[in-house]
């Protein structure tokens, strides 16, 4: 090599280099989308994702369960060929379908208007509040009493979510009771999704941000305002166990001492039990901050 | 109303006071459990850290351990002692010369000193390093940090030049057809190993070996001369060391030779497969999150499939976009690095265009996953930042050489 082409050389070298920076700046590596053939059933004559995902014979209906230890799960049904459809007593929550078998939708017989019972969902995807019941008199906890003429009583946010204090999950049904007189119940200044079920209960699906949020609940009758009712529920981060807004070894600590029992603090799956599957999900938000 | 007030401010307490807890230094301390290892280059040594909760009640403890990565390189790292689940996070990186390992127990807090992690090493070359333990390294009781920073173990390693091997003295040549690759983990505990004798001027006498979990166990079981081959059975899950020597005739002695059989035959710890939604339209993202952790050998990879399609390795969290009306059955298994799996699944229905899935004011369709992929942006932008760094030096020093080169050539 003739010593006078060294610069162009290096010069060469560094038009190679430089692409490489500007690559490596716009580099994502968490965004998965599907792979080619990551579709492709193993045995089915699809011979591509293409394939698969503009296919509809791959639908699956009925309810499934998730389920551990088997690739081959008998627990779903599967029906090659056919259209999507979606019916009542499919086992999903479908739109339009207050509930669907074992699904409420989160509902119970308080969030009904009820002081007990059992609520069940019916054939034709409706509650069933037969097996529901009220505590006779006294009409349902502190504050009660009959209205003053003139005045309204201010709503009240019923006693099984005011226990919960906290929570995991985004979608949250607010409910509770409410003045029979009551004709506008607004959360935070909004009546627009706010649904009366029954002469005096309430309830309102409303979306939870991480962390403290607040309502302010007012019921109206023609002119008369109650009261503000406030109402505040924290949604933590699942793993988040000592609330610091992140998830690490003093987690895990906190995590270990709730193990067994069933502590909402370490029962992100809410299925009342602190166990290995609280544990996949903490381990799964490791290094995570909000 | 008052009721409510009385609510309000209980959350609040619930709510802040947990924030405002100190991760307070305590008692407990760690270390290492020689202050010099000795080790000729090319062979293992064992290093235990220990610790000693001083009056604590320690139920997770971490050990951030560096070394030097030019004497000695990582081969193992194993829990032992009363902490006996791997916390999530583990990784040694022969590279920088940093291990970090947690882990925790069920059993009740740990009272009393206790082993906690044994790392092999093998020495790479020549020379003394240091293997010191961090104070980013914890030990915790019930998410209070109870560590004594001052208390930190180190110690030095002093690797050997390998000793040739003396004229007339056979060698040994020992295999595993059951357990070939030493660095390998297998899901079979039953071990079969042979060997050969080359060279030597003296016929093999007997043999002596041990199996144990100990890198450098004296080999002491004996073996007449004519045996060549053995079976033996790992009676755990676990790493083990096969050490074999050979007593010629003579009297003289072969060298030790020896192999790591890794044996795990047990399947990761139950994993959780979370949906972000699973009530989706048409042209949504479904997200998936799944996780979990194995004692042994490791999460090696998850693989993911969908209805009955073939399982494709995928990481966590998973954005499956595109997915036509239907419900799909997604199916996750996790893999050790021996090939145990544990599966777990969760269904998500996805509807026409336009349907009203009467989702609230405010939904978020991808809050939590969110959460989880900005901090691994967040860490692949520093690893970015880092690689983005180096180039913009090695651009800078070609250009500084070349008008070093210009201006010289101009002088002249």
Not at chain 1, 170 to 184: A, N, Q, R
Request: hydrophobic letters at 35%; proline letters at 4%.
């Amino acid at each position: 090599m003739q010593y006078t082409k060294l610069p162009i050389l290096l010069v060469a070298l560094a038009v190679v280099a430089m692409p490489m920076s500007v690559g490596a700046v716009s580099s994502t590596s968490y965004q998965i989308i599907p792979e080619a053939g990551f579709l492709s059933p193993s045995a089915d004559g699809y011979g591509n994702a293409d394939d698969m995902l503009n296919s509809t014979s791959y639908q699956l209906q009925g309810a499934i369960e998730a389920y551990a230890g088997n690739p081959t799960s008998s627990s779903y049904q599967e029906e090659s060929g056919s259209a999507f459809q979606y019916y009542c007593g499919d086992g999903f929550l479908d739109p339009g379908e207050t509930c669907d078998g074992a699904d409420l939708n989160s509902a119970t017989c308080a969030s009904q208007g009820f002081d007990a019972g059992t609520l069940t969902c019916s054939s034709a995807c409706a509650y069933v509040t037969s097996a529901c019941s009220t505590s006779g008199g006294g009409g349902g906890g502190g504050g009660g009493g009959s209205p003053v003429s003139g005045s309204l009583n201010e709503p009240e946010v019923s006693d099984e979510i005011v226990d919960l204090e906290f929570t995991y999950t985004s979608p949250f049904l607010l409910y509770g009771t409410m003045d029979e007189d009551t004709e506008e119940l607004t959360v935070n200044d909004d009546s627009d999704d706010v649904e009366f079920t029954d002469d005096d209960a309430w309830k309102v699906s409303v979306s939870l941000s991480y962390g403290l949020n607040s309502f302010t609940l007012v019921a109206i009758d023609g002119s008369t305002e109650s009261d503000e009712t406030l109402y505040d529920i924290y949604r933590r981060l699942i793993g988040d166990v000592n609330q610091d807004d992140s998830v690490n070894d003093y987690d895990l600590s906190k995590f270990v001492g709730l193990w067994g029992g069933s502590s909402r603090s370490g029962d992100f799956n809410e299925d009342e039990t602190v166990d290995d599957y609280d544990f996949s999900m903490l381990v799964a938000r490791w290094g995570t901050s909000v | 109303m008052m009721k409510q007030l009385l609510h309000s401010f209980l959350v609040a307490v619930v709510v802040f006071v947990p924030g405002l807890s100190v991760h307070a230094a305590g008692a407990a301390t760690m270390t290492l459990d020689e202050s010099v290892y000795e080790v000729t280059r090319g062979e293992l040594v064992d290093v235990t850290v220990s610790v000693d909760p001083q009056g604590e009640s320690l139920d997770t403890v971490r050990a951030v351990v560096t070394f030097d990565p030019n004497v000695v390189s990582v081969q193992s790292v194993r829990l032992s002692g009363s902490f006996d689940r791997v916390a999530p996070g583990n990784y040694y990186d022969n590279g920088s010369g940093k291990i970090s390992w947690g882990a925790f127990t069920l059993d009740g807090p740990v009272t009393a000193p206790t082993s906690f992690i044994t790392i092999t090493f093998l020495g790479l070359e020549e020379g003394e390093g240091n293997i010191q333990l961090s104070s980013d390294s914890r030990a915790i009781s019930n998410g209070e940090e109870r560590i004594n920073t001052a208390g930190l173990g180190e110690a030095t390693v002093e690797v050997a030049p390998s000793v040739e091997s003396e004229p007339g003295v056979a060698i040994l040549a020992l295999e595993s057809s059951s357990h070939p690759d030493g660095e390998a983990w297998y899901s079979n505990k039953s071990v079969e190993l042979s060997w050969v004798q080359l060279e030597g001027d003296s016929p093999i006498d007997a043999y002596y070996y041990s199996f144990s979990t100990e890198s450098d166990a004296e080999p002491n079981i004996y073996l007449d001369g004519e045996t060549t081959s053995l079976s033996l059975e790992a009676p755990n899950d676990g790493i083990y060391y096969f050490r074999l020597k050979g007593v010629q005739e003579d009297g003289r002695e072969t060298s030790v030779v020896g192999g790591a059989v890794r044996v795990d035959t047990t399947a990761p710890n139950a994993i959780e497969l979370s949906v972000q939604d699973d009530k989706i339209l048409v042209g949504e993202s479904a997200w998936f999150t799944f996780a979990t952790t194995d004692e042994t050998s490791g999460v090696l990879q998850y693989q993911v499939a969908i209805n009955d399609s073939a399982f494709q390795v995928q990481t966590s969290p998973l954005e499956m976009e595109d997915l036509p009306e239907g419900t799909y059955f997604f199916r996750v298994a996790a893999f050790d690095r021996a090939g145990n799996v544990i599966y777990s699944g969760v269904s998500v229905r996805v509807y026409p265009e336009g349907t009203d899935l009467s989702r609230v004011e405010g939904y978020e369709e991808s809050g939590e996953v969110q959460a989880i992929t900005t901090s691994l942006q967040e860490a692949a932008g520093e690893m970015t930042n880092n690689r983005t760094l180096l180039i913009t030096v090695v651009l800078g020093a070609i250009a500084l050489f070349g008008i070093i080169y210009v201006s010289r050539k101009r002088k002249n």
